[in-house]
């Protein structure tokens, strides 16, 4: 039974033969009560693999995350490109208004909505706060803008919170171990249980499940 070749196969292919193989040991026809060590070993490496693996693959808050930025940029240049030209019509009511909050506005960067998510949200937490002075909420009201800049502050604290999520999940998974890491040890308990089997071919409880495993690796090229 071939098994050097298993460091060769891709990720998905090693914890779907990995399976496999505990499957067919664990068939009737199969059961060996001398290798029911070795099979709980590889048992318990495949479900550490396949969790991590899990993990690592959908834990993330990506898309999600994005989505809210995109939102939050949205309703900011809104506020942007409208305080900008009621600042500049001379003559349409509450000019003064629009020009003191697009001062705000500057003081707190006017392309922050093209900056990082830690910079952009410690940007906008800066441009609450000021924003949020009752004089500065007198002038949103009067411009028109106070219920857009409600949403503001929305997607802002949903940000904040699925980004501080993402952060911990993040840390969580720096905490465990590497993927080629458990990959490789799958890989030896996989490879020392085949040998075993290997070895144990001429003894006739072994013999079926050998054959059985033999050709699952023979699917998988290996």
Excluded: C
Aim: net charge neutral; aromatic share 8%.
């Amino acid at each position: 039974m071939k098994t050097s070749a298993l460091n060769r196969i891709s990720t998905v292919a090693l914890a779907a033969l990995a399976e496999d193989v505990i499957k067919a040991s664990k068939e009737g026809k199969h059961i060996i009560p001398e290798i029911s060590h070795l099979l709980s070993a590889l048992e318990q490496e495949y479900n550490t693999y396949k969790e991590a693996f899990v993990k690592q693959t959908y834990s993330g808050k990506g898309k999600e995350l994005a989505k809210l930025d995109e939102e939050r940029d949205d309703i900011f240049s809104q506020m942007r490109n409208y305080l900008k030209a009621f600042s500049e019509a001379k003559f349409v009511p509450h000019h003064e208004e629009a020009k003191e909050l697009y001062e705000i506005l500057k003081q707190h960067d006017l392309g922050l909505d093209r900056k990082s998510y830690a910079e952009e949200t410690a940007l906008l937490k800066k441009l609450i706060e000021s924003l949020n002075n009752p004089n500065n909420q007198s002038k949103l009201r009067a411009v028109g803008l106070d219920m857009t800049y409600e949403e503001l502050k929305r997607k802002q604290m949903d940000f904040e919170r699925l980004y501080s999520e993402q952060i911990e999940a993040n840390a969580e998974l720096r905490m465990e171990k590497s993927a080629s890491s458990l990959r490789k040890d799958l890989e030896n308990t996989l490879r020392n249980y085949l040998k075993y089997i290997d070895a144990m071919k001429s003894v006739p409880n072994y013999k079926e499940l050998y054959y059985e495993l033999n050709e699952l690796l023979k699917k998988e090229r290996v």
